[in-house]
């Protein structure tokens, strides 16, 4: 490499040893500097096959201290069995005459030997159970291992805003809320977006229906006789439009940075249809409050989604534990 005061720069972002700041100028640099990006992989794969290199030698080591102990444990077994026949063989021998409990110490001797063996047999088979856990474990060890040299992590103060930029897509949604929609997706500065939120606010209000005179008590005279009507009103938009404005609502408020009603309007919305959709955009304000803990919730909750999935699990590997 050119620079020895990169290998430190690399070790230390590999480390998790580099401030944010350090770190977002270090990815930057990456992101500019081809040659720079070239040597940081070579030594990124290089540090991994040395981890990789240290854990097979510590399996290896263990493995082999696993075989010492099987092969002491035989040994001593083995002795034990010497012992046992000699033992047998001076009871059931006295003054050159059978002992009268020769039959009874061979039944003890055989039973002794059958649960040594079957002790030995269960032995092996928990000792091998054993390591082969432990040669699971450690792949498993390299395996995330790999995946975290592979994988750097998530920035989430530049993630976020590059997540609300994206276009908004409902589906089920009715025409006169799509075009709501889309005037949300359109709006291409502040003012825009006010007036997106605006024209979603006033489509909440009920509008006054006008009412036939009915025939009754009159007032005045002539033609411009007859009853004062009581004025009515009724909403604009049905109870499933309600749930969707009330979510676009909430991701207005969001891309305003309005949080705190952001998250009022999406905690309104309690269509099972939209659940994910407010899922992912509850995420995406508890983020910006720092709210970790009911973030990561609201991620695990759509990890399978489809339509979320995806970018759920890649905001998980970014949030602080």
Do not use: H
């Not at 040395?50 to 083995?78: G, V």
């Not at 269960?122 to 054993?130: A, D, G, L």
């Not at 909430?250 to 009603?261: A, F, P």
């Amino acid at each position: 490499m050119k620079n020895s005061n990169n290998i430190i720069q690399f070790t230390d972002f590999l480390n998790g040893e580099l401030s944010e700041q350090e770190a977002k100028s270090f990815i930057k640099r990456l992101s500019q500097d081809t040659d720079l990006a070239q040597d940081f992989e070579a030594f990124r794969l290089y540090k991994f096959k040395q981890e990789q290199k240290k854990m097979l030698l510590a399996a290896r080591s263990e493995l082999a201290a696993i075989l010492a102990k099987q092969e002491e444990t035989a040994e001593k077994e083995e002795v034990e069995a010497e012992q046992l026949e000699e033992v047998e063989t001076r009871v059931i021998t006295i003054g050159g005459q059978k002992s009268n409990f020769r039959w009874g110490w061979a039944v003890a001797a055989c039973l002794g030997a059958g649960l040594i063996i079957f002790g030995s047999i269960k032995y092996n088979s928990w000792q091998k159970e054993k390591l082969a856990n432990l040669e699971k474990q450690r792949q498993r060890e390299l395996l995330e291992k790999q995946k975290q040299l592979q994988t750097p992590p998530v920035d989430l103060a530049t993630k976020i805003p590059s997540l609300l930029a994206e276009p908004v897509e409902l589906k089920g949604i009715s025409d006169k809320m799509g075009e709501k929609m889309t005037a949300l997706n359109d709006a291409i500065d502040e003012v825009a977006q006010q007036g997106a939120i605006k024209d979603l606010e006033d489509l909440g209000n009920p509008v006054k229906v006008p009412q036939e005179r009915p025939t009754g008590e009159t007032y005045g005279a002539g033609e411009n006789s007859g009853t004062v009507p009581t004025p009515k009103t009724s909403p604009q938009i049905t109870a499933a439009e309600e749930q969707y404005r009330r979510l676009l609502l909430g991701i207005g408020y969001l891309k305003e940075n309005q949080l705190d009603k952001a998250l009022a309007n999406l905690n309104k919305v309690n269509s099972e249809q939209l659940q994910a959709d407010v899922a992912w955009y509850k995420s995406l304000v508890l983020i910006q409050q720092k709210k970790y803990a009911e973030a990561k919730a609201e991620l695990q909750k759509i990890e399978s989604n489809p339509q979320y999935g995806s970018k759920a699990k890649e905001l998980l590997g970014g949030i602080p534990q």
